[in-house]
T-cell receptor, first 111, second 114 residues
């Protein structure tokens, strides 16, 4: 079973920031938080990951709370092409650990 | 750089027929994954290869599913015989190493069993 909880769906206006929450209250100290997204009819695409600190790359920012029990993915200026299902996953760095995908959050960016 | 290639993109078969899916991972990626994705759900891992060895096939229904990765490059996933419940998207992914943070996914094969 997935170790994360996400809202099933969210809307965001084009050009505004999209903030996608994720709860992972049982996260262990060696588990990273990952975000992937899946655009319709495509395979999932890696977005970003983090352990403790906030992270930013060209696609998004990841904010992890100090107790690491929740995180937020931020798309600073959402476009229509960001409409997708977003998956939040926690996974340890140990050998043999696999990604376990939940149902994710369906983000709809509206014009 | 070419991404993960899968074929066919779509397949429609009748139940009890066999079907095979092919995957060519990104060059140099040692780890290859097959996932199954049912409608409205996230992908579920079926099998993971490291080079030519299947190191995790615990979720593969072995009575009807089989997979191989000859020479540690291309891989084939087979279902024989297919059942109605096998209708899903079958995704192939690869990563440089097993613990890599980023997996690269192909576009998937959408299987419909009638």
């Amino acid at each position: 079973d997935a170790k994360t909880t996400q809202p099933p769906s969210m809307d965001c206006a084009e050009g505004r920031a999209a903030n996608l929450p994720c709860n992972h209250s049982t996260i262990s100290g060696n588990e990273y938080v990952y975000w992937y997204r899946q655009i319709h009819s495509q395979g999932p695409q890696y977005i970003i990951h983090g352990l403790k600190n906030n992270e930013t790359n060209e696609m998004a920012s990841l904010i992890i709370t100090e107790d690491r029990k929740s995180s937020t993915l931020i798309l600073p200026h959402a476009t229509l092409r960001d409409t997708a299902v977003y998956y939040c996953i926690v996974r340890a760095s140990n050998y043999g650990q696999n990604f376990v995908f939940g149902p994710g959050t369906r983000l709809s960016v509206l014009p | 750089e070419a991404g993960v290639v899968q074929s066919p993109r779509y397949k429609i078969i009748e139940k009890k027929q066999p079907v095979a899916f092919w995957c060519n991972p990104i060059s140099g990626h040692n780890t290859l994954y097959w996932y199954r994705q049912n409608l409205g759900q996230g992908p579920e891992l079926l099998i993971r290869y490291e080079n030519e060895e299947a190191v995790d096939d615990s979720q593969l229904p072995k009575d009807r599913f089989s997979a191989e990765r000859l020479k540690g490059v291309d891989s084939t996933l087979k279902i024989q015989p297919a059942e109605l419940g096998d209708s899903a998207v079958y995704l192939c992914a690869s990563s440089l190493l097993q613990g890599s943070h980023e997996q690269f996914f192909g576009p998937g094969t959408r299987l419909t069993v009638l």
